[in-house]
């Protein structure tokens, strides 16, 4: 595609249950990123995946966070047993191997009610 | 720990002035540095970056001026617009490694 595409864009869900948010990076891009941004706030970093493996998962913040990405492409990332803490906008990048720049998909805004 | 430091948090520019915003990283083997700009809604955006054998590049209205033996680097717009209101992130990278970013400037222009 044009660029970066998440989805859902919105998604509310009930405190307990289970979300997966999807990214679609730009065809051809190796690197792919998982930020999370809370309302007003910075970047706060996840995970990071070079083809299917993530040399750097040390942003997840608890077991209930779980990431894959499959053929090089598409990932998603899994919320377990979800809660009030984990509302924020989910924002994906991604950019080619080494130092390029890095697109940002619009995100998608999780609500935990 | 914070490898990326940006200031100021907030910042508040007339119309045709000039916004300075600063960072300052930790890392040397950064090697790659973007600003990102982001508006209310959407995802950030690249504006500008450097690499360290420069010390200043200019895409229009931008300018990233970097001093490597201090380890930092800062954003200037000139001619500040109101369409320039928005939050800025500047990052670092080095590597195959992952993109840090700064705290993030929320940026206002005042008529």
């Known amino acids: 595609g044009a660029g970066v595409s998440q989805s859902p864009s919105n998604k509310v869900t009930e405190k307990g249950k289970d979300v997966e948010l999807r990214c679609d990076p730009i065809?051809?891009?190796?690197?792919l990123y998982w930020y999370r941004q809370s309302l007003g706030q910075g970047l706060e970093f996840l995970i990071y995946?070079?083809?299917?493996?993530?040399?750097?998962k040390s942003g997840l913040p608890s077991d209930r966070f779980s990431a894959e990405r499959t053929g090089g492409s598409v990932s998603t990332l899994t919320i377990q047993r979800t809660q009030q803490e984990d509302s924020a906008v989910y924002l994906c990048?991604?950019?080619?191997?080494?130092?390029?720049?890095?697109?940002f998909g619009q995100g998608t805004r999780l609500t935990v009610v | 720990q914070q490898q990326v430091k940006q200031s100021p948090q907030s910042l508040i520019v007339q119309k045709g002035g000039i916004s300075i915003i600063n960072c300052a990283y930790e890392n040397t083997a950064f090697d790659y540095f973007p600003w990102y700009q982001q508006f209310p809604g959407k995802g950030p955006a690249l504006l500008i970056a450097i690499r360290p054998d420069v010390s200043e590049k200019k895409e229009g209205r931008f300018t990233i001026s970097f001093n490597k033996s201090a380890k930092q680097f800062s954003l200037h717009i000139m001619d500040s617009q109101p369409g320039d209101s928005a939050t800025y992130f500047c990052a670092a990278k080095g590597g195959n490694e992952k993109l840090t970013f700064g705290t993030g400037t929320r940026l206002t222009i005042i008529p």
């Open positions: 995946f070079q083809g299917n493996s993530a040399p750097d």
């Open positions: 990048a991604s950019s080619l191997q080494g130092n390029t720049e890095a697109f």
């Open positions: 065809s051809g891009h190796t690197a």
